[in-house]
């Protein structure tokens, strides 16, 4: 994510209770490879475009950190100060639904605009 601009989407993925049957749904659906994710005691996984081996997105468990994610498909867009992001979100009447707080080694969150739609925003 080095290369990666301001305000850029860099990633997408879908966090639920049963990630098992839902990797299963989108495989059937969409067509998409399922590469394991290994988590420690349980996977998450990766979704691999057929024929390519580019991971594109991911479907993970609502467990651990990931608890308070919501269920659906989730856009992460790089900005400057992850804090002071979810900061101006509450101030312009949206919610922080989850964190900030880190995401391996960069800060991250999940913001709710005034409408209800949400966003995850990742430290660039």
Known sequence: MSETKLGEIVWRDLTVADASSVRDFYADVVGWDVK??????????????????????????????????????????????????AERCTVLGGTVIDGPRPMGEKPFCVVQDPAGAVLALMQA
Not at 68 to 74: D, R
């Open 36 to 85: 394991d994710h290994p988590m420690g005691d349980y996977n998450d996984y990766e979704m691999v475009a057929p024929g390519s081996g580019e991971t594109v997105a991911g479907v993970c468990h609502a467990r651990g950190t990931n608890a308070g994610v919501p269920p659906q498909w989730l856009m992460y867009v790089t900005v400057a100060d992850v804090a002071a992001s």
